[in-house]
């Protein structure tokens, strides 16, 4: 197990993508959007750790209220393990809960489910695993913004 990349809601893409670029040198090498969730999210490389940055798409989405509730900025660590299903099956019979009822297709192509962050010392906690059994769909929209 090891974190895999670390979810910040961004309120303000350019700005933050602007950000990222001067400070960093870091474009995002991927953008998809996960219509389900209302989120598209943006995919940095700075400094070696991997952002996950989450723009909302739909007012009602969970990153718009989290956004709404408690502002922009840290919103997940993500720990990448090598089948999310045991991972669910551990977690569950620690007695954990967890915000979905099983691992699901995320992001990256990536079966994922959250720890409820009740029960994570009040950090919003990803598992994420490949999914070998999912199709491969075209993940960039073609929209990653070009270095200068
Ligand atoms: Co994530």
């Known amino acids: 197990m090891h974190l895999d990349h ?25 953008v998809e959007d996960v ?3 209302g989120v598209r999210t943006w995919f940095l490389d700075a400094g070696g750790t991997k952002i996950e940055l989450l723009e909302a ?21 993500a720990f990448a393990v ?16 967890t915000l979905n009822d099983a691992p699901k297709l995320g992001a ?4 994922i489910f959250f720890l409820h962050p009740k029960d994570a010392g009040g950090v ?11 199709p491969r769909v075209p993940t960039s929209d073609g ?3 070009e270095a200068d």
């Open 35 to 37: 219509a389900s969730e």
């Open 108 to 111: 990256d192509g990536k079966q």
């Open 82 to 97: 090598d089948s999310a299903d045991e991972m669910f099956a551990r977690v569950r019979n620690e007695g954990l809960r």
């Open 6 to 30: 670390i979810g910040v809601a961004s309120a303000d893409v350019e700005a933050d993508l602007d950000r990222y670029r001067r400070l960093f040198g870091a474009v995002p090498y991927k």
């Open 57 to 77: 798409t739909t007012p009602d989405s969970a990153i718009a209220r989290h956004i709404e509730k408690r502002g922009p900025g840290l919103h997940h660590l």
């Open 143 to 145: 929209t990653r913004p």
């Open 124 to 134: 919003l906690t990803e598992f994420c695993s490949p999914d070998p059994g999912a």
